[in-house]
């Protein structure tokens, strides 16, 4: 079966399309991509639902390397807001 695993970084990003047995586990796909240690990885998904190194792949699954956030979205929200409201002041 045929399976993407991807890293991404703020403006760039790395993929490598494997081809895997049947009843392959997201844990088999990183260790065959090379990225099982990443340092940088915090968790991991497929097609954005965030799994465990045990679930077993579909093919043409996609596999993502979850990174930590690097700012908090309520705070990043909150200055964009601010950031509005002084422009539009007089």
Not at 37 to 50: N, Q
Not at 55 to 76: F, I, M, N, S
């Amino acid at each position: 079966m045929k399976v993407q695993v991807v890293r991404a970084w703020p403006r760039r990003f790395d993929a490598i399309d494997l081809e895997l047995a049947e009843g392959t586990t997201v844990a088999d796909a990183l260790a065959a991509a090379g990225w099982e240690h990443d340092p940088e990885t915090i968790a991991h998904a497929v097609f954005g639902v965030r799994v465990e190194p045990g679930t077993v792949l579909r093919e043409g699954d996609r596999v993502e390397l979850l990174r930590p956030l690097q700012a908090d979205p309520k705070d990043a929200r909150r200055r964009r807001a601010e950031s509005r409201q002084k422009k539009t002041r007089p």
